[in-house]
């Protein structure tokens, strides 16, 4: 079975330019989460869904990210305008209910 | 913030038992203390999980202690693509949220 599908692997973008990510959890799982990770660091939860719904958004800087899970599947985070701080790994994970979370290989962003 | 305290680094020799340690002193009766370990380059990898009890899996065991303040991974005979950052999170089932801290980074060496 394959796992979390996680693209582009790598992302270089000027700042000021949006980017976006894209990602597909495990066949059935209800959860899903983004997380980002910089140099060094754990992962830092930006967003989580729970089907189609985002149950937990409070870590997500709206001013210039935005995400979205349609039909309850697939996911795209986005990022408009890109800053340099925004340079990391994204990391998307999906689970069933009260179950572990299986993780994708992220995508890094460097923004120069 | 994270929940947890765990040292910032370890050794551990190859085929050797390795113990990694973790504090959860303020952890609440519904949550469950998860391990979780990121290889260099890739996503973050579910090892184990308990709510009180010991656990046991084919990739680790988990000694929690009797008051739930701390827990120990062990890693039984540690080999060197075990070389990673692990990280011990605690989290309420209920809230299906998984806040990371910085983690141990254990080098296992030949």
């Known amino acids: 079975e394959a796992g979390v599908v996680q693209s582009p692997r790598y992302k270089i973008i000027e700042k000021k330019q949006p980017v976006a990510f894209w990602c597909n959890p495990i066949?059935?799982?209800?959860?899903l989460y983004w997380y980002r990770q910089n140099l060094g660091q754990g992962p830092e939860l930006l967003i989580r869904?729970?089907?189609?719904?985002?149950?937990?958004d409070s870590q997500l800087p709206k001013d210039r990210f935005s995400a979205e899970r349609l039909k309850g599947v697939d996911s795209t985070l986005k990022i408009q305008p890109a800053e340099l701080g925004d340079s990391a790994v994204y990391l998307c994970?999906?689970?069933?209910?009260?179950?572990?979370?299986?993780f994708g290989q992220g995508t890094r962003l460097t923004v120069v | 913030d994270a929940k947890t305290t765990q040292p910032p680094s370890m050794d551990c020799a190859e085929g050797r038992a390795a113990n990694l340690p973790c504090n959860h002193s303020?952890?609440?009766?519904?949550?469950?203390v998860y391990w979780y370990r990121q290889i260099h380059s890739q996503g973050p990898q579910y090892i184990i999980h308990?709510?009180?009890n010991n656990e046991t899996n084919e990739m680790a065991s988990l000694i929690i202690t009797e008051d739930r303040k701390s827990s120990t991974l062990i890693l039984p005979h540690a080999t060197l693509r075990d070389t990673a950052v692990y990280y011990c999170?605690?989290?309420?089932?209920?809230?299906?949220?998984?806040?990371f801290g910085t983690g141990t980074r254990l080098q296992v060496f030949p």
């Open positions: 994970a999906s689970s069933l209910e009260w179950s572990e979370a299986f």
């Open positions: 066949s059935g799982h209800n959860t």
């Open positions: 869904y729970e089907n189609e719904e985002a149950v937990d």
């Open positions: 303020t952890i609440s009766g519904n949550e469950y």
């Open positions: 308990g709510l009180k």
């Open positions: 999170i605690v989290s309420d089932l209920n809230t299906d949220k998984l806040i």
